[in-house]
């Protein structure tokens, strides 16, 4: 079989924002409800959403990054919630112009060329992030990862020449 099929699944870590405004949504859908029915029941409508809001808050709370590397093409899929998956980017592997590990440099020198980056990584301080660019259909393209293994082994087999070593 001629495919090269690596799949590498990385959580990212929830942020303190997020986390924190959960909280006091939550918070305050339980505090409204509370003066809602015992005091001013127009206070119900602001507990339905504080409510709906903490449960949008914590569905983006469990964040997860599917790296698929099939038959020449890097794609990334995000997974809320562990239920909903949505498809973030696909890059074939002839149009990576480097794979290397993230440097604050680098980033900084891409936005001041205007060129995105995209954050598909693990968001923890003990992992190496690596900053994939590549040549899209608007241009050049940046995207930050957490590789495992296997899959940045696949890579340095696959591009020699633009994967840069740990």
Not at 95 to 109: C, L, T
Not at 123 to 143: I, N, V
Request: hydrophobic letters at 40%; aromatic letters at 8%; charged letters at 25%.
């Amino acid at each position: 079989m001629g495919e090269n099929y690596v799949e590498n699944l990385v959580s990212r870590e929830p942020s303190t924002k997020t986390r924190l405004l959960t909280i006091l949504a939550a918070t305050g859908a339980v505090i409204f409800a509370c003066i809602g029915l015992v005091i001013w029941l127009p206070a119900c409508i602001a507990a339905v959403l504080c409510g709906v809001l903490a449960w949008f808050l914590a569905q983006r709370i469990l964040v997860e990054y599917e790296y698929l590397l099939l038959d020449h093409e890097l794609s990334v899929d995000v997974i809320y919630g562990k239920t909903r998956r949505k498809k973030m980017m696909n890059c074939p592997l002839k149009k990576v112009e480097s794979f290397a590990p993230e440097a604050p440099g680098r980033i900084d020198h891409l936005k001041r060329q205007r060129i995105t980056v995209e954050d598909f990584s693990s968001q923890r301080s003990g992992d190496t992030h690596y900053l994939l660019e590549c040549t899209g259909e608007k241009g050049k393209l940046a995207f930050l990862m957490t590789p495992g293994e296997e899959l940045l082994n696949q890579l340095q087999r696959e591009l020699p020449r633009a994967v840069m070593p740990r």
